[in-house]
Each structure stands twice: as structure tokens, then as C-alpha cells.
């Protein structure tokens, strides 16, 4: 037979146990729900059924004499080298945004060779140095 102190332990340690399991229910949940990885104009081709209200991140190469900006947006294509998808942005474009570069867009796609993009984050290798810190270097 348990004692009364023994059954306090069981009792809250079961408790301690049923509140860190909907704890980490919780967190793994709302982690899954925030995270957006990016898909290669060849992956969203092979992609059977597209959710088109959903917000995604597409990555890779701006293509050779594909940018054209005016005034209120800019175009761009994004390939892969097997694959392109056209890309429309309206805001500011990083620095280190340029033909033949690396960028990862996000935003929503309009159907698999057309996307809207509501960010845009430029893509540097590990070679890339600060103009500043080349400057303090030299």
C-alpha cells in the first residue's frame, strides 16, 4: 500500500509529465506552422497540387538579361538551369541583388511559372567579404 507522500510524488510528477507533453505539442506545432523552406523552380514544377494561398520561399539564380525595373516594380526570371519561374517584386532590392546571382523570393505563387513576391533576400557565397572590411584589411 502507498503512503500519502508517495501518492502526492506519483500525482504531480504524472501532472509535470501531461504539462510538458502539451508544452512541447505546443511549440512543435506553432514551429511547423512558421516555417517556410525554399523550393527550386524544378521542385515546384514536379509539385502535383500547389496550395496557392500559401506562403513560400523560392531560391536561385537570377537569370542573364531577365531584370527589368520601372518605377513601381521589378521582374525578374529565377531558374535552376532546368527551370524558370517569373518573379514580380514592389520595394526595395538588397545590395547584393543582381543578374546571375543567387536570391531567394518569398511571397505566393499565382500558378507554377508566375510568383508574387513580398520579400526579397539576396544570396552571397562564402567568399563574400563587406567592402568596409576589405578596405580595413588592405
Known amino acids: 500500500m502507498l503512503t500519502k507522500t508517495v501518492k502526492k510524488r506519483i500525482s504531480f510528477l504524472s501532472l509535470f509529465l501531461i504539462i510538458s507533453i502539451i ?3 505546443f511549440i512543435l506545432k506553432s514551429l ?3 516555417i517556410l523552406y525554399f ?3 524544378t521542385d515546384i514544377k514536379l509539385i502535383k497540387e500547389i496550395n496557392l494561398n500559401k506562403k513560400i520561399r523560392i531560391g536561385g539564380m537570377v537569370k542573364k538579361d531577365s531584370l527589368y525595373i520601372s518605377n513601381k516594380e521589378i521582374k525578374f526570371v ?3 538551369f532546368k527551370n524558370e519561374i517569373l518573379v514580380t517584386y514592389r520595394g526595395a532590392i538588397p545590395n547584393l ?3 546571375e546571382k543567387g536570391v531567394v523570393a518569398e511571397g505566393k505563387l499565382k500558378d507554377k511559372k508566375f510568383f508574387i513576391a513580398d ?3 539576396a544570396k552571397h557565397d ?3 567579404m563587406p567592402p568596409e572590411l576589405k578596405d580595413i584589411l588592405k
Do not use: A, G
Open 23 to 25: 508544452s512541447i505539442f
Open 32 to 34: 511547423t506552422n512558421n
Open 39 to 41: 523550393k527550386s523552380p
Open 78 to 80: 529565377v531558374t535552376d
Open 97 to 99: 541583388f543582381s543578374e
Open 119 to 121: 520579400r526579397i533576400l
Open 126 to 128: 562564402e567568399k563574400y
